[in-house]
């Protein structure tokens, strides 16, 4: 992975009205500074290095799109601060970075400076899984964005309930930085969400059949670390979906059923870093990032939103792939793995 700059003609649309621009001339200078006695100087270093933002212009009265109401004032800025989230939480799916400045808001004076200035407080402790602490958006993301943005904005406003579930899950992880059992378990959640339902006779739940249906998803033999996943200057452990995914489960099931964690998560190396070995939970939990992208791109890119809307039509399109509990038992056998202890 060797991150480009990124140098795109700004401004850059990503969908009608919704463009990524250099934002920095229109930030006063000194906007911040009434805030230092209560954020502190680091936080509002962070708030004046802001340059680039997704935005979002629209006028205090319009129709909505989507619904086709008529929406003025609180109606509209509240349907665009919606439009901006989603397109953040879809970039942060395409290519999640550091980022300690979040949602900004404001109104854009004659003289182009923004006024009635708003902002959520800077993340104070924030931090990505260990191999992504170095990202850096690239050109390429940016299109990508913009290739994705019309799907993603479908599966949000419509009725993909497991979708939407999914992303929403996936996007709250992304912000804990308090406890790394946190941000894993809703990660674990996301799958459960795209790959099993309720079900009375269990055929489309359990552990056995979310790892069946993620191989199936994105190809077995599928690394989970590609080149952009990983700086040039770092081992590659050549490690595919099916290796991780029944550590990944087991060290999901020890948090959901309340166990001690193994000592094997905390002892064992699971690849060596620019700074050295990383534990087995570290590499798991960038393992499980990858897997959650990767299956969240998988639906929209191959058209598959309509299998994602609720149980039925997930248990439907599973059980003509012959995914259930009961196919998996006869095609596979029992499952020979062993949970680490």
Request: glycine letters at 6%; hydrophobic letters at 40%; charged letters at 25%.
């Amino acid at each position: 992975m060797e991150d480009e700059d990124f140098d795109l003609k700004l401004p850059f649309e990503i969908l009608p009205d919704v463009q990524i621009e250099d934002v920095s001339s229109l930030i006063r200078k000194g906007e911040f500074d009434i805030h230092k006695p209560g954020l502190g100087e680091y936080r509002i270093r962070e708030l004046e290095r802001i340059k680039y933002a997704i935005i979002h212009r629209y006028p205090q009265h319009g129709l909505d799109p989507d619904t086709g109401k008529y929406l003025v004032d609180t109606g509209q800025t509240n349907r665009s601060r919606k439009l901006v989230q989603e397109m953040a939480a879809c970039l942060r799916i395409i290519r999640p970075v550091t980022v300690y400045a979040d949602f900004c808001e404001g109104e854009v004076a004659d003289n182009g400076e923004l006024y009635n200035f708003a902002f959520n407080e800077p993340e104070p402790n924030f931090s990505l899984p260990i191999n992504q602490r170095l990202f850096a958006f690239r050109n390429e993301d940016v299109q990508l964005l913009r290739s994705y943005a019309p799907l993603f904005r479908s599966a949000m406003v419509g009725s993909f309930w497991k979708f939407r579930m999914a992303v929403q899950m996936y996007d709250t992880g992304y912000f804990q930085t308090d406890h790394w059992k946190i941000r894993f378990f809703l990660w674990t959640s996301v799958l459960e969400a795209l790959f099993t339902s309720q079900n009375p006779n269990r055929e489309h739940s359990g552990s056995r059949v979310a790892k069946e249906r993620i191989k199936e998803m994105l190809g077995p033999g599928t690394s989970v670390y590609p080149p952009e996943e990983l700086s040039r200057l770092e081992a590659n452990p050549s490690l595919t979906v099916a290796d991780v995914l029944d550590e990944i489960y087991c060290l999901r099931n020890h948090i959901a059923h309340g166990d001690m964690i193994p000592g094997h998560y905390f002892q064992t190396t699971g690849r060596s870093s620019l700074n050295g070995p990383l534990v087995r939970i570290d590499m798991l939990i960038e393992n499980i990032s990858f897997i959650v992208r990767r299956s969240l791109l998988k639906i929209m890119k191959d058209n598959l939103l309509a299998h994602f809307r609720d149980a039925a039509s997930s248990e439907a399109y599973f059980d003509t792939l012959q995914l259930t509990n009961s196919a998996i038992s006869m095609r596979f056998g029992r499952s020979t793995f062993t949970c680490p202890s």
